[in-house]
């Protein structure tokens, strides 16, 4: 097999993980709805309970549970994910990572209104926007199952995969592609793709800083506070004590 059709067929795996996580995903989180419904919960009218459950079988047992099978039928084990108790020199840059992801946000902020362009909007925020005090309830699952699943699948697994055939750049950036485009699944309005790129530069950083730091620690924790922060002004605005 020839080196273009093992980088194709490495990629292709990568898809089939990304697409495929998701789509069991859903699955796994309908049949909780269902169950919960048969209780007598009314899951639709609770965003709360709505937005815990999609995190925790999604991004916790989903997201989890594909990387530890593909792990186990590759016999691979969990070295393959490096990860480990962040160091000194690791909390630095899980802050300046931080720093560096929300730079980023403003500038691509910046240049998507210059441009006279509309993002399209989550429909999490959506979802919780009718009852603010969910987007409380978003900030720890932020650090407890957003941020460690969604990093585990992406940049533990994913990149892992393609870091087999792919140098560093490519690995880094055709993961970013798949993290990115798995969030079209989960926009409403117009302006998906404008927000489909922002994602994309985002990742990129995560990515990065993977690569760098060889630790998933530290992109867990960036891509954790980045969220719960976000959720936080989220709360700010929808109380009315901060203006967008």
Do not use: C, W
């Not at 802050?95 to 946000?105: R, T």
């Not at 990149?159 to 055709?174: H, W």
């Amino acid at each position: 097999m020839s080196t273009a059709e093992t980088r194709l067929r490495t990629f292709g795996m990568g898809i089939f993980l990304s697409f495929g996580a998701y789509g069991v995903g859903q699955i796994v989180a309908l049949i909780a709805f269902l169950a919960l419904m048969a209780f007598g919960i009314n899951v639709e009218n609770s965003p709360g309970i709505l937005l815990l459950v999609s995190s925790v079988m999604l991004q916790g047992v989903t997201f989890g549970g594909i990387a530890l099978v593909y792990l186990n039928y590759r016999d691979l084990g969990l070295d393959f994910i490096h990860i480990h108790v962040p160091s000194l020199r690791d909390i630095g840059v899980a802050i300046g990572g931080f720093v560096l992801l929300f730079g980023a946000l403003n500038v691509i902020s910046s240049v998507i209104q210059s441009l006279g362009l509309h993002s399209a909007e989550n429909s999490v925020v959506d979802i919780a926007s009718g009852n603010p005090a969910v987007f409380l309830l978003l900030i720890p699952l932020s650090f407890l199952l957003i941020g460690p699943g969604e990093e585990l699948l992406y940049r533990g697994l994913i990149q892992g995969v393609l870091r087999e055939s792919f140098s560093p750049v490519p690995a880094v950036i055709l993961s970013s592609v798949l993290f990115a485009s798995i969030h079209f699944f989960s926009l409403q309005g117009s302006g998906k793709f404008v927000y489909l790129a922002t994602v994309f530069f985002l990742a990129l950083i995560l990515g990065s800083v993977y690569e760098y730091t060889n630790n998933l620690a530290v992109p867990i924790l960036i891509h954790g506070a980045y969220d719960a922060t976000l959720f936080g002004l989220q709360y700010l605005m929808a109380t009315g004590q901060i203006h967008p």
